[in-house]
């Protein structure tokens, strides 16, 4: 088994040599993101600010989504705030010199929100027994507001963000704060900020004029020098075609590529067990799940105008790829063909992302003579 290790680390070691992408990781945990960088990864290319708040945390969601008062919100958001500064500061430390990128918060809205039926036959069966309850009642028209046929489709993402003030704000502020404390104990902090589901650059300004704000401020509480990127996923048609002006303000892209899948073939990603999937694959529509592997000619063809649109704006803009394709052989060589900067997967994935784009460069440069860069 020695020799076998050996072996596969001198296969790594060439493989990294002759690579011109580096490969980082989708990691939302300091464990997950410790696990990364032993498999290799050279970053996190996105951690989930969702996922922080699954378990215990997800009744503070709740309650920030559903406060109607600017105090009662301001409230919830002061109680979030430390909880996501220590969330930070460990992804920092585990990865410290290496960039992490950090995306702001983006879970479909019914994740968060309790169950429209369930609270419905509580409202319904309390009233029956002449025991309204006001609170529920309450609870009740608020979820009724916010309920969507398509939550895939509505209150994700910016929209999130631009509709509940503050939010965006406050998890800039603990990332920022988190890295001035990095700052302060000597790290090297790496951090990129990153806008999910933008549609229009309109969206993204917004956003990104608070966290400029914001970062003046607590430059100025820390006295901490600190650096920071602000960038937008790609992950809409539009976003895409309007790369362009979307490059203007965002100082790096990571293409959403699960998102970009579902929107550009119009498939629901949580349904691809559905019946006419197979019947797509047997008829021989596409070869494999186009949400398994870069579909070239439609969402690739995406990426590939996005990629140059925005580099046309502004040279040398950082492009990376975090959907499910970053791992994908087939799609690493269509990352590296396009010129994308690194791709990022899941931790166990990492190894063999790594192989894959020293290969595709080896292939590249022994087909058209390019340099690896
Ligand atoms: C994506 O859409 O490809 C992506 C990486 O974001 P998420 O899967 O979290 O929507
Ligand atoms: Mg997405």
Redesign the pocket.
């Known amino acids: 088994a020695g020799e076998l290790v050996k072996a596969v680390h001198r296969i790594m070691r060439v493989a990294d040599g002759g690579r011109r992408m580096s490969v980082r990781a989708n990691a939302d945990t300091e464990p997950d993101a410790a696990r990364a960088r032993q498999f290799g990864a050279q970053g996190i290319g996105l951690c989930r600010t969702e996922h922080m708040f699954l378990g215990d945390r997800r009744s503070l969601v709740e309650a920030l989504i559903l406060a109607d008062t600017d105090s009662e919100r301001e409230r919830q958001l002061a109680e979030l705030l430390p909880l996501q500064r220590e969330d930070f500061k460990g992804l920092f430390e585990a990865m410290d010199g290496l960039p992490v990128t950090i995306r702001l918060l983006?879970p479909p809205l019914h994740e968060f929100l309790p169950d429209i039926t369930e609270l419905s036959v509580r409202v319904a069966v309390a009233e029956a027994r002449g025991e309204p309850r006001e609170g529920d009642l309450r609870m009740l028209q608020a979820v009724h507001k916010l309920h969507e046929q398509n939550p895939m489709l509505g209150l994700r993402g910016v929209r999130l963000g631009l509709v509940i003030p503050g939010l965006f704000a406050m998890q800039s502020r603990a990332i920022l704060e988190a890295a001035a404390e990095r700052v302060q104990a000597g790290g090297v902090p790496r951090v990129e900020i990153m806008v999910?589901?933008v549609g229009a650059v309109q969206e993204f300004e917004s956003v990104k004029d608070d966290i400029v704000k914001v970062a003046r401020d607590v430059r100025a509480e820390t006295g901490a020098h600190l650096e920071y990127l602000v960038g937008t996923?790609i992950?809409l048609p539009r976003a895409a075609l309007t790369a362009d002006q979307i490059a203007e303000s965002a100082e790096f892209f990571s293409f959403?590529t699960?998102?970009l899948t579902q929107t550009t073939w119009g498939f629901s990603r949580d349904d691809v067990e559905a019946a006419f999937f197979s019947h797509y694959l047997e008829k021989g529509i596409f070869g494999v799940s186009p949400f398994e592997s870069i579909d070239r000619e439609g969402v690739g063809e995406l990426v590939r105008i996005a990629a140059e649109k925005g580099r046309e704006r502004r040279p040398g803009l950082k492009l990376g790829v975090c959907g499910e394709h970053g791992g994908d052989p087939e799609s690493v060589h269509f990352f590296d063909e396009v010129g994308l900067d690194y791709v990022s997967c899941s931790p166990f994935r990492v190894p063999v992302a790594r192989l894959e784009a020293g290969r595709a460069n080896a292939q590249a440069g022994a087909g058209n003579g390019r340099d690896s860069r």
Do not use: I
């Open positions: 983006d999910p589901l996923m992950e959403g699960n998102d």
